[in-house]
Protein backbone atom coordinates (compact mmCIF):
# COMPACT_ATOMS: atom_id res chain seq x y z
CA UNK A 1 0.00 0.00 0.00
CA UNK A 2 0.88 3.79 -0.60
CA UNK A 3 0.22 5.95 2.09
CA UNK A 4 0.00 9.71 1.77
CA UNK A 5 -0.71 11.88 5.39
CA UNK A 6 -1.52 15.63 5.64
CA UNK A 7 -3.34 18.04 7.76
CA UNK A 8 -0.67 19.19 10.01
CA UNK A 9 -0.30 22.51 10.92
CA UNK A 10 0.42 24.96 13.54
CA UNK A 11 -2.38 25.42 16.46
CA UNK A 12 -2.52 27.18 19.83
CA UNK A 13 -2.68 24.69 23.02
CA UNK A 14 -5.62 22.98 23.60
CA UNK A 15 -6.67 23.39 20.00
CA UNK A 16 -7.69 20.94 17.29
CA UNK A 17 -6.67 19.23 14.28
CA UNK A 18 -7.48 16.36 12.36
CA UNK A 19 -4.80 14.36 9.86
CA UNK A 20 -5.82 12.35 7.34
CA UNK A 21 -4.13 9.13 6.09
CA UNK A 22 -5.19 8.53 2.22
CA UNK A 23 -4.28 4.64 1.33
CA UNK A 24 -3.73 3.35 -2.08
CA UNK A 25 -3.56 0.22 -3.41
CA UNK A 26 -4.71 -2.80 -2.20
CA UNK A 27 -6.24 -3.23 1.30
CA UNK A 28 -7.53 -6.00 3.47
CA UNK A 29 -9.35 -6.46 6.63
CA UNK A 30 -6.00 -7.45 8.38
CA UNK A 31 -4.62 -4.67 7.56
CA UNK A 32 -3.64 -2.17 10.72
CA UNK A 33 -3.19 1.25 9.98
CA UNK A 34 -1.27 3.37 12.85
CA UNK A 35 -0.14 6.43 13.82
CA UNK A 36 3.15 7.23 15.23
CA UNK A 37 5.02 10.51 15.59
CA UNK A 38 8.57 11.79 16.07
CA UNK A 39 9.40 14.92 18.01
CA UNK A 40 12.90 16.75 17.59
CA UNK A 41 15.85 14.52 19.18
CA UNK A 42 13.52 11.84 20.25
CA UNK A 43 12.35 8.69 19.29
CA UNK A 44 9.26 8.04 17.15
CA UNK A 45 6.65 7.03 19.39
CA UNK A 46 3.40 4.90 18.19
CA UNK A 47 0.14 7.80 18.76
CA UNK A 48 -2.62 5.25 17.67
CA UNK A 49 -3.69 2.27 15.19
CA UNK A 50 -6.92 0.87 13.80
CA UNK A 51 -7.67 -2.38 12.26
CA UNK A 52 -9.20 -1.60 8.83
CA UNK A 53 -11.78 -4.62 9.47
CA UNK A 54 -12.93 -4.81 13.17
CA UNK A 55 -12.70 -1.01 13.31
CA UNK A 56 -10.88 -1.76 16.65
CA UNK A 57 -8.75 1.01 18.11
CA UNK A 58 -5.80 0.89 20.16
CA UNK A 59 -3.78 4.00 21.84
CA UNK A 60 -0.63 5.22 22.98
CA UNK A 61 -0.59 6.20 26.84
CA UNK A 62 0.06 9.68 25.98
CA UNK A 63 -2.52 10.57 23.88
CA UNK A 64 -5.18 8.43 25.56
CA UNK A 65 -8.81 10.31 25.98
CA UNK A 66 -7.47 13.22 23.80
CA UNK A 67 -6.72 11.88 20.46
CA UNK A 68 -9.20 9.42 18.45
CA UNK A 69 -8.54 7.33 15.08
CA UNK A 70 -11.08 6.40 12.96
CA UNK A 71 -11.11 5.28 9.33
CA UNK A 72 -13.48 5.66 6.65
CA UNK A 73 -13.37 2.24 4.21
CA UNK A 74 -15.29 4.32 1.30
CA UNK A 75 -12.50 7.18 1.26
CA UNK A 76 -9.79 4.28 2.10
CA UNK A 77 -8.63 7.20 4.78
CA UNK A 78 -7.71 6.97 8.32
CA UNK A 79 -7.78 9.51 10.42
CA UNK A 80 -6.47 10.71 13.67
CA UNK A 81 -8.38 14.05 15.26
CA UNK A 82 -6.68 15.23 17.99
CA UNK A 83 -8.14 17.02 20.91
CA UNK A 84 -6.85 19.33 23.76
CA UNK A 85 -3.40 19.61 22.32
CA UNK A 86 -0.56 20.60 24.18
CA UNK A 87 2.97 21.88 23.81
CA UNK A 88 4.61 18.41 23.73
CA UNK A 89 2.30 17.24 21.00
CA UNK A 90 4.36 18.74 18.85
CA UNK A 91 5.86 16.57 16.30
CA UNK A 92 5.84 14.94 12.05
CA UNK A 93 3.20 12.65 12.45
CA UNK A 94 3.37 9.37 10.27
CA UNK A 95 0.66 7.09 8.95
CA UNK A 96 1.82 3.77 8.40
CA UNK A 97 0.63 0.43 7.69
CA UNK A 98 1.06 -3.26 8.90
CA UNK A 99 -0.23 -7.15 8.62
CA UNK A 100 -1.84 -8.97 10.83
CA UNK A 101 -0.54 -7.65 13.95
CA UNK A 102 -1.59 -8.67 17.24
CA UNK A 103 -2.41 -6.30 20.19
CA UNK A 104 1.32 -6.03 21.75
CA UNK A 105 2.80 -5.75 18.48
CA UNK A 106 1.44 -2.17 17.43
CA UNK A 107 3.15 0.01 19.11
CA UNK A 108 6.41 -0.89 17.21
CA UNK A 109 7.22 0.60 14.52
CA UNK A 110 9.66 -1.97 12.87
CA UNK A 111 6.27 -4.41 12.66
CA UNK A 112 5.27 -1.53 9.89
CA UNK A 113 6.03 -2.26 6.23
CA UNK A 114 4.45 0.97 4.27
CA UNK A 115 4.93 4.48 6.13
CA UNK A 116 3.93 8.11 4.45
CA UNK A 117 5.94 11.07 4.34
CA UNK A 118 5.08 12.69 8.00
CA UNK A 119 3.29 15.78 8.23
CA UNK A 120 4.61 18.38 10.58
CA UNK A 121 2.15 19.47 13.70
CA UNK A 122 3.18 22.67 16.26
CA UNK A 123 1.19 23.56 19.22
CA UNK A 124 2.06 26.53 20.39
CA UNK A 125 1.49 27.41 24.59
Known amino acids: VQLQAFGGGLVQAGGSLRLSCAVSGRTFSDLVMGWFRQAPGKEREFVAA????????YYGGSVKGRFSVSKDNNKNTVYLQMNSLKPEDTAVYYCAAASRLIVSSMNNERNYHSWGQGTLVTVSS
Open 50 to 57: VRWGAGST
